[in-house]
């Protein structure tokens, strides 16, 4: 099970009123009462596939994010808005305790067909054996308290350096929740909120840069622990920018993640 990992931690604990409370691991890189948006994502994908169902597999979350998503809890709320034959759609949202909305998203499920000989693009998986284990990439320095990157273990493969701009880097991230194996999906979503903290083209500590929202486009489910993010990440003088992640498993790749960065000068 994934809460082996990292002495057991998790991303959340439950309460029994079904309230998220977030833990060390969920905390993001730039306030130490802000969860870190990927960590949330995964709940997110974990209330629309209990909302649609094993029979549909989860193909494109959309999330925006309105407003800091607070560590001392979330409450989330779905509606399943469309579910026929072939594919079923839902919203969810993120509330704070007080009722603040944070997160808006929208799902689409297709409906699992087994089918034979089906003709694919042949891509070469990247291979997780020549990676090199490192130290965490996304570790927060503009708090001290124990955060998100932590609590990832990281490798890179070889040639690739901790300089800033496009790079790979492999990622095995704690599950959601304590006795409860994620599904692949959301294994993957912390990973996928990862792209701008992955490839950014300079420091925090010099350019601030937050994503406002994630698509994420997936095409197979994950069948391995140790994930992939290829990312690269656009950034203009307009103040806006965008990051771009092909995520892989050690099978070869399983979706993209796009993110819409607002990027901002560091205050003195």
Not at 111 to 132: G, S, W
Not at 218 to 237: F, G, K, M, T
Request: a negative charge.
């Amino acid at each position: 099970m994934k809460d082996t990992l990292f002495g057991g931690a998790t991303y959340f604990t439950q309460t029994p009123e079904g309230v998220f409370l977030g833990n060390d691991p969920a905390r993001g890189p730039w306030s130490p009462d802000h969860c870190h948006a990927g960590p949330v994502t995964g709940l997110v994908a974990r209330a629309a596939e209990t909302a649609v169902g094993p029979d549909k597999m989860l193909t494109r979350l959309t999330l925006d994010v309105l407003r800091p998503l607070p560590v001392a809890g979330l409450v989330i709320e779905t509606e399943l808005t469309r579910n026929t034959r072939t594919l079923a759609t839902t919203r969810v949202e993120v509330h704070g305790l007080d009722g603040t909305l944070c997160m808006t998203a929208t799902s689409m499920h297709l409906t699992r067909k087994t089918m034979a000989d089906v003709p694919t693009a042949q891509v070469q998986p990247l291979n997780f054996e020549d990676a090199i284990p490192a130290d965490p990439l996304l570790v927060g320095a503009l708090h001290d308290k124990p955060s998100f990157g932590q609590y990832t273990e990281t490798a890179f493969p070889p040639g690739v350096t901790r300089e800033p701009g496009p790079k790979t880097v492999w990622m095995r991230t704690p599950a959601l929740l304590k006795g409860e194996d994620p599904s692949p999906i959301q294994s993957m979503c912390a990973l996928a909120d990862c792209g701008n903290g992955i490839s950014w083209n300079a420091p925090p500590v010099k350019l601030g840069f937050m994503n406002t929202d994630l698509t994420l486009q997936i095409h197979r489910e994950p069948v391995s622990n140790w994930l992939a993010s290829e990312a690269i990440s656009h950034w203009h003088d307009n103040g806006v920018g965008m990051s771009h992640s092909i995520l892989h498993d050690t099978q070869g790749p399983v979706g993209v993640a796009l993110q819409t960065l607002v990027l901002h000068p560091i205050k003195a």
